[in-house]
């Protein structure tokens, strides 16, 4: 049994205020919530003052980067052990925004990921392919060139603490959901090709997302497709109504 994780990306979303007031009024809302993981993910300026509202509770809190080094001269970044220092347990690697924004690369990708293990965080790595590449036929070519170059060298055991999600672009902010069965299609194929490259055992234990236009009204249907083991929800997670509907998604 996989146990789903639901985690909210706020991307460059919300005041220390606001994100405050979010997770103390999420945080009754998720007390008995132990289907799921709940994870937050604030943009950097409010991850203090959320891992602090959120301690105590079930909900977990996640960075949206980090860097590779420990520390250094990097103006502008963040490293994983200031991520743990400042309360964060998650931090999501390789998103597509960051891929577009910031020329992000499966090779840095790959760096970060490292890096954050060691630190002890969890990380939730991103990738899917564009509206092009699928129209091209070249979907599960993406998936394995992201695939193979952002797991790069990482053991099995190393391997077995991440979560992946599959986040198709032309599905993120769209609100065009990839179908469930399209959603699931991508994530047998992932997880087919992690257990080529760490074994059976971490393939099929592993935890893919499904993130792109997640909402309350389609969340059911994706998370009752066996292969989907949880949803990455970029706009839906920034209102407390459509989150906590996620959250609750209709179970068997
Ligand atoms: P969306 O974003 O739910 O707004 O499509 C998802 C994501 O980018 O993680």
């Known amino acids: 049994m996989r146990r789903p994780v639901i985690a909210g990306n706020w991307k460059m979303y919300k005041t220390i205020a606001e994100a405050v007031e979010f997770v103390k009024r999420l945080r009754p809302l998720v007390a008995k919530s132990d ?60 998103h597509s925004e960051r891929r577009h ?19 002890g965080l969890v990380p939730i790595v991103c990738l899917g392919e564009t509206l092009a590449e699928r129209e091209a036929g070249k979907t599960r070519d993406v998936l394995r060139r992201q695939s193979h170059g952002g797991f790069a060298a990482l053991t099995p055991t190393e391997f077995s603490r991440i979560i992946m ?48 236009s997640v909402k309350p009204d389609n969340a059911g249907g994706l998370m009752a497709e066996e292969e989907i083991d949880g949803a990455l929800v970029g706009g839906a997670s920034l209102k407390l109504d459509s989150f906590a509907a996620i959250l609750n998604y209709p179970r068997r």
Not at 108 to 113: C, G, P, S, T, Y
């Open 101 to 119: 924004d910031h020329g992000e690369t499966d090779e840095r990708a790959n760096r970060k990921l490292n890096a954050a293990l060691a630190a």
């Open 165 to 212: 999600a599959y986040e198709p672009v032309w599905a993120i902010g769209t609100g065009r959901t990839a179908t469930a069965k399209m959603a699931a299609e991508s994530h047998g194929y992932l997880r087919e090709l992690v257990a080529e490259q760490f074994g059976h055992g971490v393939g099929s234990g592993l935890r893919i997302l499904y993130g792109g």
């Open 35 to 94: 289907h799921c993981d709940v994870v937050v993910a604030p943009p950097f300026t409010a991850l203090a003052a959320v891992a602090e509202a959120a301690r105590g509770s079930n909900i977990a809190v996640s960075a949206q980067d980090c860097h590779w080094d420990k520390e250094g001269a990097h103006t502008g970044d963040v490293s994983p052990q200031m991520l743990v220092d400042v309360g964060c347990s998650h931090v999501i690697i390789g």
